[in-house]
């Protein structure tokens, strides 16, 4: 069975960083795509990063560029998302998610995990 | 960035209605469109993607078909799980893009 289980969130304030982790098991993690995607409270979603089976590519959001970094290592099955100079427009519930093989759709989802930006 | 517009926001329906729900693309995807279901206080859940292929293990009242840049979902038989917000979401170019989701409610 595919399980996703991000960790990490929490309440920053204006400007500050926090690390999200997202621990995978159940399926080949070093062949397949990752991403972030964020759900806003009551709202909708949004993509914000993906990153290719090796990490030689990586893709964002407009919004995030220059901000956020995701990252992976395939010897944990994990993959990351550091958010610097955080915003209160990043406050979301931050999915991580299994782009499904040859393609970027979301075969499978974690929990999710609540970032709070908020002084 | 193609924007995605789905409609209606949100439907009332009855157990058994057919319920259809559109996606309109701001430009043409070809049929690079997948169908989430979300359920309250739930991670989405793949249902359909390439326009029309159910995921394993879905149900076969669900359905989707389209090109281009008009796309339809729809549920044959509304069942009582299916209470959720549906959303569309394109893949054919970054940034990945979703419709802002249409809610649907059993009457």
């Known amino acids: 069975e595919v399980q996703l289980a991000e960790s990490g969130g929490g309440l920053v304030q204006p400007g500050g960083s926090l690390r999200l982790s997202c621990a995978a098991s159940?399926?080949?993690?070093?062949?397949?795509?990752m991403s972030w995607v964020r759900q806003t409270p009551g709202k909708g979603l949004e993509w914000v990063a993906n990153?290719?089976?090796?990490?030689?590519?990586?893709n964002y959001v407009d919004s995030v560029k220059g901000r956020f970094t995701i990252g992976r290592d395939n010897a944990k099955n994990s993959v990351y998302l550091q958010m610097n100079s955080l915003r209160a427009e990043d406050t979301a519930v931050y999915y991580c998610?299994?782009?499904?093989?040859?393609?970027?759709?979301?075969?499978?989802w974690g929990q999710g995990t609540l970032v709070t930006v908020s002084s | 960035d193609i924007q995605m517009t789905q409609s209606p926001s949100s439907l009332s329906a009855s157990v058994g209605d057919r319920v259809t729900i559109t996606c309109q693309a701001s430009?043409?995807?070809?049929?690079?469109l997948a169908w989430y279901q979300q359920r309250p206080g739930k991670a989405p859940k793949l249902l359909i993607y390439?326009?029309?292929v159910l995921q394993t293990g879905v149900p076969s009242r669900f359905s989707g078909r389209g090109s281009g840049t008009h796309f339809t979902f729809t549920i044959s038989s509304l069942q009582p799980e299916d209470i959720a917000t549906y959303y569309c979401?394109?893949?054919?170019?970054?940034?990945?893009?979703f419709g802002g989701g249409t809610r649907v409610e059993v009457k």
């Open positions: 998610a299994r782009d499904c093989a040859s393609g970027w759709w979301f075969c499978n």
């Open positions: 979401q394109q893949y054919d170019y970054l940034p990945l893009t």
């Open positions: 390439d326009d029309s």
């Open positions: 159940g399926f080949t993690f070093r062949t397949s795509w």
């Open positions: 430009q043409d995807i070809t049929n690079y």
């Open positions: 990153i290719k089976e090796d990490g030689s590519e990586k």
